[in-house]
């Protein structure tokens, strides 16, 4: 009688199996025709788990979209609301039955990397892991007004709502990576972070995970049983850099092929000469900002005793020139963002109302709250406090480094004193979550919804979370709702303008750039297209063809 393999074993032996039995892959060093070579991504982190429900790390997600889809995809628009611009990835097709009630339609070629044919039983399954509380998805929140989903057939996929809004569709379509229910099923929820699972998925993409090198690589190769169509580069390889200017001389010294995010006109003019790499400029998916923390430093429960006036925050705000920092740091590769949102949001409304760069104003503001220079030493005080404070800055970003030097100057030249604090990134985030801090310098990748970011990060929604500031106004929370329940995409547009103005109005940060982003690829690499929301969701469509080949193509490690 055989003898049963262990659950753990079986998946391990599964994965192996996988790894060496990919067609093409990594491990052989010839190519098929057009479907050759290595492109080798350089990044400033490491992952944090390549399980798409627990996924937080951008680069955890560039990896991970490679290897899981979702049902469908969005278009080169950007455009979340109503479904007509989106793409088919693992649904062919879809319709509504009712207002509240949408249909998916699997493609039947679909297929996970074991063989395993993708159900509507796993869309079920993915939909019940990513609100399950012992999961404890971040992605939970963003699928509350989807009431259920179940399957109707192998191939149907049934989603009920409990409302109607505009970004009904792109919920339901984008928010999960559909997840393999037959190899996941059997694992206790509450371990998922910790399971083999997520440092050697399994998914229905084009690329296969082959291998994790913890702190070095991570190598995915291409599936050639693809059901969309055989990726054409057939090895992928991220490598991780401890900054930004290590990555760029890795780019330029040949040692990597592409880079999604140069950073500073400077970062660029470097890398525009070296001859074998091109320059692809596109949408920037990010903001930052100046944030002001309007609760006390290292406690929630009192004003901060600065920025808890809004007067006092307006007055700041006033004093800063967002136009010449932008000039002075990126020069005209950016754009001063009208509200907490990146360029490619499709709420981007440059007539926006915002407070205007004014130092008179704002010292006669100022001196109106008791702020007054009562020493001579140049630095306003009140009641014998000095109106000083401290700003966070992280220091991997050269570009906020920059910005917290020239804030500096800007805030003294109105009686501010700004001492500025440099702080590795996961310190930051720790001090930033538990309000220990006075003033920040934050930057985010926001989701593409705005009803979803700006929720998280400046409602009440995202105390403890993303809401670093404790921004709290309910005449802005109803504005909010109001905007993320509006009907079609121009009142959603006139909604979203009028809750913008009231945060603008109140000050609780300053919003200071919207970077024009600009990726390198090396020049090898044909048929390249960077989509702003995810830089490198389009690579299966990349080519490297036969007579552009270099030694790292034909090598069979990184």
Request: with cysteine; hydrophobic share 40%; proline share 7%.
């Amino acid at each position: 009688m055989p003898t049963a393999v262990p659950p753990l074993r079986r998946f391990a032996l599964m994965v192996a199996l996988l790894v060496l039995g990919v067609p093409g892959c990594a491990r052989r060093s010839g190519c098929a025709g057009d479907y050759c070579g290595t492109l080798v991504f350089v990044t400033g982190s490491e992952p944090d788990i390549l399980l798409p429900p627990l996924t937080q790390s951008s680069v955890g997600r560039d990896i991970h979209d490679q290897i899981f889809l979702k049902l469908a995809d969005l278009g080169m628009s950007m455009n979340t609301v109503g479904d007509e611009d989106f793409e088919p990835l693992l649904a062919r097709r879809w319709e509504w039955n009712d207002p509240r009630t949408l249909v998916f339609h699997l493609d039947p070629r679909a297929h996970w990397q074991d063989g395993q044919a993708v159900t509507a039983g796993d869309v079920a399954f993915t939909f019940d892991a990513y609100t399950d509380p012992k999961v404890a998805s971040p992605s939970a929140q963003d699928l509350r007004w989807i009431g259920a989903v179940t399957a109707r057939d192998s191939l149907t996929a049934v989603f009920r709502f409990r409302r109607r809004y505009p970004e009904m569709f792109y919920d339901a379509a984008c928010r999960m990576r559909i997840l393999p229910a037959h190899l996941l099923r059997s694992l206790p929820r509450e371990g998922w972070r910790t399971a083999p699972f997520g440092r050697a998925p399994v998914g229905s993409g084009p690329y296969r995970f082959v291998a994790w090198k913890a702190g070095e690589t991570i190598e995915l190769a291409a599936d050639s049983t693809f059901f969309l169509g055989r990726p054409h580069i057939r090895r992928l390889i991220w490598r991780s850099a401890p900054d930004l200017q290590v990555a760029i001389s890795q780019l330029i010294a040949n040692q990597a092929d592409a880079l999604e995010f140069l950073g500073p006109p400077d970062n660029v003019r470097r890398v525009r000469a070296a001859p074998q790499l091109t320059l692809y400029p596109y949408k920037s998916s990010n903001y930052a900002y100046l944030g002001f923390n309007l609760v006390a430093n290292g406690d929630a429960a009192r004003p901060h005793p600065i920025f808890g006036d809004r007067d006092v925050r307006r007055a700041l705000a006033m004093s800063v020139d967002r136009a010449h920092l932008l000039q002075s740091v990126f020069g005209d590769l950016g754009k001063v963002p009208p509200g907490p949102m990146p360029q490619l949001s499709w709420i981007w409304d440059p007539e926006t109302r915002q407070l205007p760069y004014d130092t008179a104003q704002a010292a006669r503001l100022l001196a109106a709250r008791g702020w007054r220079d009562s020493d001579g030493d140049g630095i306003r005080d009140r009641h014998g406090e000095k109106l000083a404070f401290r700003l966070l800055v992280p220091t991997t970003s050269s570009a906020r480094r920059q910005y917290a030097r020239l804030l500096q100057e800007q805030l003294r030249a109105v009686g501010a004193e700004v001492e500025i604090d440099e702080v590795e990134n996961s310190v930051l985030i720790d001090r930033a979550r538990g309000a220990k801090f006075d003033a920040v310098l934050g930057a985010w990748n926001p989701d593409l919804s705005p009803a979803a970011s700006i929720a998280s990060t400046w409602t009440r929604a995202g105390f403890g979370g993303s809401n670093w500031l404790r921004y709290a106004n309910p005449e802005f929370e109803r504005q909010v709702e109001r905007a993320s329940t509006a009907g079609g995409r121009d009142a959603a547009r006139a909604a979203w303008r009028a809750a913008i103005e009231t945060l603008n109005a109140d000050a609780p940060a300053v919003f200071l750039y919207s970077p024009d982003n600009v990726a390198a690829v090396h020049s090898r690499v044909a048929d390249v297209r960077i989509r702003p929301d995810s830089w490198w969701a389009l690579v299966r469509t990349w080519r490297i063809p036969a007579d552009r080949l270099i030694d790292r193509d034909r090598a069979s490690g990184p």
